[in-house]
């Protein structure tokens, strides 16, 4: 028998096509890769597209989207993909306590239209759309662990995302880089006499590669687990 070719596709939410969430991204396709999924990285920066509207086409009686937003935009024929998607990881560096806009844009045009407000029958959840996808989501940022945790609780703050991806897609795992380099390749260039650079040089020799296994294994994981199902 023929195994199925499973497809992997992976959305860069940051602005910068090289820089962290984009290397942390790339090491988990590298994973994917080796586990056997062809492979496609989105540059969510590349694509013209807005957040979701209001338009409502996908919550009208009788309505054909099958959970796909209705707008025509780049975006549009990339949600058609999804459909075909066996592994989806999205990642996004955190600017002011969250994923970044495009990010959003991103995950409101994929979530919204799947989302039904009818009555929730004994199995839970009513969805416009039926699908079964391998989840990762994986954001770098500034802050430390105990930002991360104690001062800015932004495991609470990330923590619905991936529960509604994990509700609507049947699984979602989520990985984090903190402490990463911000200013390339050199802090000394610009103003940021704040910062320990002590500590941020620690975690760039010491964690970074850590992080950058841990998207590895992140990728290999999905499509193995994919693999099963
Ligand atoms: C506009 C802006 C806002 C940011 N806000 C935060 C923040 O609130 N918390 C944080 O930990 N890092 C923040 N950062 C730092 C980035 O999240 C971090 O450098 C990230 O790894 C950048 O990812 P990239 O290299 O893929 O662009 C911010 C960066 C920018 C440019």
Redo the contacts with the bound molecule.
Sequence with gaps: MVEKQLKAMFFNG???KN????QMLESAMKGAQEAGAEVELIHLQDLNFKGCVSCFACKRKGNTCGGLCIQKDDLRPVLERILEADVLVAGS?????NSTGMFRNFVERLFFPILSYNNADEHGLIKYLDKKMLCGIIY????PND?YYNL?HYHEILEPVRVQMEAFFGYCEQLE??N?W?FYPDYSKFDASAVDMEQKQWFRDNQWPKDLLAAYDLGKRLVEKAKEQ
């Design positions: 940051s602005p910068r820089k962290n969430t984009a560096p955190i600017y002011w306590h770098t940022m500034n802050v930002y800015f880089a903190r990463t911000q």
